[in-house]
Antibody
Framework: EVQLVESGGGLVQPGRSLRLSCVAS????????MHWVRQLPGKGLEWVSG????????AYADSVKGRFTISRDNAENSLYLQMNSLRPDDTALYYC?????????????????WGQGTLVTVSS | DIQMTQSPSSLSASIGDRVTINCQAS??????LNWYQQKQGEAPKLLIY???NLETGVPSRFSGSGSGTHFSFTISSLQPEDIGTYYC????????FGPGTKLEIK
């Protein structure tokens, strides 16, 4: 069974940094592209960033480009999101998400398996 | 960015009803569209991919159709466990989601 467990969320002041982690199990983590998707409180979904199995292909939403960095450690079955220069509009539940299939190993944007999310609140 | 719109924003229907949700893209996205269901307090779940393909394990009462800019999602016979919010998502360019359609039981 696929399991994705996020951690690292919390309350942080505007301008500060936070690092999210996601530990994966139940599948060959190193074969799959992975993503972060966020959900604003009581609102809709926004894709944040994704990267390929080898980290050679990385993409960001314009809203976080230059501030957030996605990375992975396949040996540790882990995905990360380094968030710098946080703003109040970054407040959201952040989900770790697995691609549907591993054939290409690159982001194809079929969000097939989701963690339960970690809440990030940016406020002074 | 490709903008996605959905209609209606909310919907109340009776058990057994046929329910349809519409999704429109701001430009041609071919069939690069997925549908998700999100129940209260849970993460989203992929139901339909490539506009019309049913994800493994998803009941056959769910279906999707469309291409280009207009898409629809249908539940052929509404069940109590289908309440939740439904989102479309395009992936022709960097992915964007629709605002969601909240489905309730009448």
């Amino acid at each position: 069974e696929v399991q994705l467990v996020e951690s690292g969320g919390g309350l942080v002041q505007p301008g500060r940094s936070l690092r999210l982690s996601c530990v994966a199990s139940g599948f060959n983590f190193g074969d799959y592209a992975m993503h972060w998707v966020r959900q604003l409180p009581g609102k809709g979904l926004e894709w944040v960033s994704g990267l390929s199995w080898s980290s050679s292909g990385i993409a960001y939403a314009d809203s976080v480009k230059g501030r957030f960095t996605i990375s992975r450690d396949n040996a540790e079955n882990s995905l990360y999101l380094q968030m710098n220069s946080l703003r109040p509009d970054d407040t959201a539940l952040y989900y770790c998400v697995k691609e549907r299939r591993s054939e290409s190993g690159y982001p194809e944007y079929y969000f097939a398996s989701w963690g339960q999310g970690t809440l990030v609140t940016v406020s002074s | 960015d490709i903008q996605m719109t959905q209609s209606p924003s909310s919907l109340s229907a009776s058990i057994g009803d046929r329910v349809t949700i519409n999704c429109q893209a701001s430009q041609d996205i071919s069939n690069f569209l997925n549908w998700y269901q999100q129940k209260q307090g849970e993460a989203p779940k992929l139901l339909i991919y490539d506009a019309s393909n049913l994800e493994t394990g998803v009941p056959s009462r769910f279906s999707g159709s469309g291409s280009g800019t207009h898409f629809s999602f249908t539940i052929s016979s509404l069940q109590p466990e289908d309440i939740g919010t439904y989102y479309c998502q395009q992936y022709d360019k960097l992915p964007t989601f629709g605002p969601g359609t909240k489905l309730e039981i009448k």
